[in-house]
C-alpha cells in the first residue's frame, strides 16, 4: 500500500536548481526523488549533531579519568604494535 503524499512548493536559486538538474538527470532520479534524498541525508545530519552535543554535554559533566586515559593508550599501543608496517 502506498503511502500518502504532499505536493510542496520551493523556490531555489537559479544556480542550485541548475546544479541539482544536471546531477539528476546524470542519476536519473525525478525531482522529488532527489529533494527527498536531500532532506533525508539533512535530517539524519540534523539527528547526528544532536546526539554529538548530548554526547559532549556528557563528557564535560564527566570527563575520563587519567586512569581511564592510561588504559585506552596502552590498548592503543597493543593494537598498533600488532599491525605491519
Known sequence: MRKAAVKVAMTLPDDLYR???Q????TRKSR???LQDALRYWLSQQEQSVLIREYEA???KRPE???EIKAAEA????MLAAVEW
Open 58 to 60: 556528557g563528557y564535560r
Open 75 to 78: 590498548a592503543a599501543v597493543r
Open 19 to 21: 546544479i541539482v538538474e
Open 32 to 34: 522529488s526523488a532527489v
Open 65 to 67: 579519568t587519567r586512569q
Open 23 to 26: 546531477v539528476r538527470k546524470k
